[in-house]
């Protein structure tokens, strides 16, 4: 094989890779995405939380901090994955999401309840096979729009 082969051919394979990410991602999306026109940054973000581990440290103490009063910096948990969710309004101040905002939401999605009084309620024990099932379906659909930042530790 000569020598421009060799250097080909790893170019030629890498070429490749973006194409079948993006197939893969497509054909994968979550069906909350499906319906909306494709997003490369959704796609790359999926991408990232796929391959890079966010192993940075929260309490749930240190989690409140980040919270709509700071919109410079907004994050929310699910199921321990902590979320960078800074850019999307649905966190801000008056969202439909801002009680989220810094706080852990697992039961409230799982339970699918929209109520204060349900925000950072403990899950262990209560939660149904159904609602486990749902809650991935959210940290399916949260990994394809928000990056993973960190996880909660306590």
């Known amino acids: 094989m000569s020598t421009a082969n060799k250097l080909l051919r790893p170019l030629l394979l890498l070429s490749s890779l973006p194409p079948a990410w993006l197939l893969y991602d497509y054909q994968t999306q979550h069906p909350m995405r499906a319906h909306l026109p494709f997003s490369y940054s959704q796609s790359l973000t ?8 966010s192993s940075e440290g929260y309490t749930l103490k240190r989690l409140r901090s980040y919270d709509s009063n700071n919109p410079k910096s907004i994050k929310f948990a699910v199921k321990d994955i902590v979320y960078d ?20 939401s697992t039961y409230c999605l799982a339970k699918m309840s929209m109520s204060p009084h349900d925000v950072g309620k403990d899950t262990s024990g209560s939660l149904t096979e159904k ?7 959210w940290i399916k659909y949260f990994d394809e729009k928000y990056e993973r930042c960190g996880v909660i530790i306590e």
């Not at 801000?92 to 810094?102: A, H, I, L």
């Not at 609602?131 to 379906?137: C, K």
């Open 85 to 104: 969710v800074t850019d999307s309004d649905s966190f801000q101040r008056k969202g439909p999401y801002e009680m989220f905002s810094g706080r852990d």
């Open 46 to 53: 999926r991408l990232k939380n796929m391959t890079t581990n």
């Open 131 to 137: 609602e486990i099932e749902d809650l991935n379906g």
